[in-house]
């Protein structure tokens, strides 16, 4: 086979990147919305004030449109491992197959069926019960991210399972949902989700400012913001070094490749940018900027900690597994790993420049801040795309991290044709979703919030579904 | 019982519930050409469905996850040898998802009629291809020793499971309806009754050919005898008997009940001529899928059992109460006539009023 041939394998990859990637744009903006909706709702329950029911319905009509889109996507995410990774499926099942479960009778059907209560019970259901209606659906969003995140961190850190009969077994619950891999991803998606909620209110709520309307109103949304955005940008940095850390324990490739690290190095030096040195021809950069013992202390804890090298792994995999490319693709995750890290320090920069600007009563009149936050708006569904791409493409070639191989997983009823077929129609289908999408979040996100009707707050009409 | 047999009647329990509740939704789909008179009296249809579709829903993600979870080999093969027609159930289904989120946000006429009729397509579509899907577990598919699926997509459909899709398609239709003369009022609700009148006939002979083929494929396919699968079967005849009676004699809401049994039944009657396999292979009948050879590891299956044993109870409740919360009856249209709309109904032979 020529290397340019194009194998059911690569398209079943393919196709699991645009399902994912795409479910993944919708998923952190819900899991961030919804519960910034839930705190407008509550204070205008506390307080009265009109203006935060205003903010609630004007920002849970976004939540609706993302809501439906992302609820739709998961569908195919939940089939496409029977349909394209059958071996895959046959092999995990026993384990993987149980946080999902779990995920649709503990979590996915809190969310879908109290949403539906919060759209419609606005005048059916007590204030008092409509509220706890959007923290259940919050909630219920919480808890699907950690059991799908469970069932992911298996495949990278495979923990509480037997081997039997070339499948594998679940011999220990506890052990599967508490593993580290998995605590630690949930704490960076939801910290990732509240940093989208955030930064999509901040940003809608700074446009509104630049045209000078309602800014009573878009005031209190930014400032609601911007409160959660300053710790949450600020604790994620932390957490996503924790979470390095955990990778160069379970997944040394991961970090080698993602830092172009070609040779075992102690202290390690945390190059910023470099030109050159994605090869094992070519190890050396040309140019590079490098902060001496940051890379030690990011991925051990330690100034002088020692971190694996590509070739070293490499040989080390050779002994254990036998033959073969054991490294990641690594430009494509050295440049995955820098942009999610440089978004993820420019948002926290972002929220804390606004959070200062908004102290000194000046973040109306900062019309530069204004923009910015507009523009930040791309930058999480930006940060967290290639993140997964860190994630997802630094495990290969393994499927399940030492246990299962990408090549050796996918359907073996499924030609080449069928999967470039659905690849196709869901392309397609997602460009067609995605600008509908789009188109519909913009206007939204545009309009003057109408007021309020004059009589009683509480009797406000549902919102249209 | 052993667990995977729990397992197994669970899943079923699982696929009754997804069609029991998704059913009418589908059915309201699937009446949305031929109904409403008026944009406003759709938008009443839309509604009455609006905050439990997405409930209904859940039962599918969870028969999903729990066929993986319960039995890796036949969720396995069973999404990858359908491959094609699980791809069309997806894109019907996410079509018809977004249908009721944005068709309201337009006022353009032909913006809500695109969204109009994908949830209408979404809801025929998904539920023929469904039916078809389960038919053929039962009529079998071609299996290679390791049980991988060796046909191709035209393999799936034949005269059984083509009439299992159309009897699907035609049950939802007259569930739906007779779930609208419990939630909607006036001329609608009528159109309604009398939509599920004209279909009473029509659906009994569909669906009662398919219950009586499918104790015959038992046989025939699955080395069944007649009993147990004709207890099931014969429970749907009886139960669409007494909806069709009790359409016609207006008690909707023991309709409502026995159609729903009828669903229920159906489900039943394909997974007890089923029952000890999961995947019936033909025509090499030894390759075919068990309970025990799909199953996985006793520890895997106590664990979601106890899951379920806690969350299935809960979510039962808190999914009834959502049903008793917006049990009102909604306005028939009359309010907010639009009088530039067409009269559009009688498109299937329903005739308006």
Redesign the interface.
Known sequence: MTPLAVTTVDLARVQFAMTSIYHFLFVPLTLGLAPLVAIMQTTWYRTGVDAWLRLTKFFGTLL??N???G??????Q??Q????W??Y??????????P???????A???E??????W???WE??SPRVHLATIWLTAAGTWMSAYFILVANSWMQHPVGYKM?DG?A???D?WALLSNEFAVIAWVHTILAGLIFGTTVVLGVSCWHLLRGRNVELFRRGAALALIVAVPATLIQLSVGNRFGEAVTSAQGMKIAASEAQWNTCQPCGFSLFQIGGFSAQDPNPSFSVTVPRLLSWMATGSFNGQVQGLNQLQAQEEKDFGQGNYMPRVRLMYWSMRVMAMLGVAMFLIAAVGAWLYRKRRLEKARWFLWTAVVAIAFPFIAATFGWILTEMGRQPWIVQDLLKTSDAH????STA?VA??IG??AL?YIV?GV?DFV?MR??ARIDPPPLREESAAAVPAL?? | MDLETIWFVLIAVLWSGYFLLEGFDFGVGMLLPVLPRNEAERSTMFESIGPVWDGNEVWLVIAGGATFAAFPAWYATMFSGFYLALLLILVLLIVRVVSFEWRERSDSRRWRTVWRWANTVGSVGAAFVWGVALANLLHGVPLSSKGDFTGNVLDLFNAYTVLAGISVVALFALHGGVYLTLRTSGELCERAALAARRLAVPVTVIVTAFLASTVAVAINRNDRDAFPTVLPAAIGVVALVAAVALVFARRGGWAFVASAVTVVAWVATVFTGLYPRVLVSHPDFGNSLTISGAAAGHYALSVITVVAAICVPIVLIYQGWTYHVFRARLGGGESAPRPAEPVDGGVAGVPSG
């Open positions: 609706l449109i809501f439906a889109i609820v739709a996507t998961g569908l195919v939940e089939f491992f029977g349909m394209n059958s071996v499926s046959e092999f995990v099942g026993g384990v993987f197959g149980a999902l479960a779990i995920e649709g009778l503990a996915f059907a809190l879908a069926t109290f949403i539906g209560l759209i419609f019970g059916r259901l039997v499948e077994q679940l011999t619950v359907s073996p009823s499924v069928m077929s659905s129609v869901f289908l979703l509908v519909l206007r939204y249209s579904y």
